[in-house]
């Protein structure tokens, strides 16, 4: 079992930054592969980024290629999502979550979300 707990969110004016955390609970953080979501109001969710276990690979959506920045520390079981230049359109909440799989094709674990909201 695996608990997932975002933080970070918050308003900002467009393009301006923010960083969001994923901190995970239990000790085998360092074999899933981590990724971020996230769903605005009146929309499906849609994915972000992920990380691979060891943090060598790394797959963006093309919406936030250039502006997002994903990371992991696996000695401190967390995974951050660094926001630049952001957009109204970025405005959704955010979601983290993990899978033993490489390449998921659906998460086993999701954290229960960080509203970002972007001001223009």
């Known amino acids: 079992q695996v608990q997932l707990v975002e933080s970070g969110g918050g308003l900002v004016q467009a393009g301006g930054s923010l960083r969001l955390s994923c901190a995970a609970s239990?000790?085998?953080?360092?074999?899933?592969?981590m990724g971020w979501f996230r769903q605005a109001p009146g929309k499906e969710r849609e994915f972000v980024v992920h990380?691979?276990?060891?943090?060598?690979?790394?797959l963006y959506a093309d919406s936030v290629k250039g502006r997002f920045t994903i990371s992991r520390d696996n000695a401190k079981n967390t995974v951050y999502l660094q926001m630049n230049s952001l957009k109204p359109e970025d405005t959704a909440v955010y979601y983290c979550?993990?899978?033993?799989?490489?390449?998921?094709?659906?998460?086993?674990?999701w954290g229960q979300g960080t509203q970002v909201t972007v001001s223009s």
């Open positions: 979550a993990a899978d033993k799989a490489a390449t998921p094709d659906e998460y086993d674990y």
């Open positions: 239990g000790r085998t953080f360092s074999i899933y592969t």
């Open positions: 990380i691979n276990w060891s943090g060598t690979s790394t």
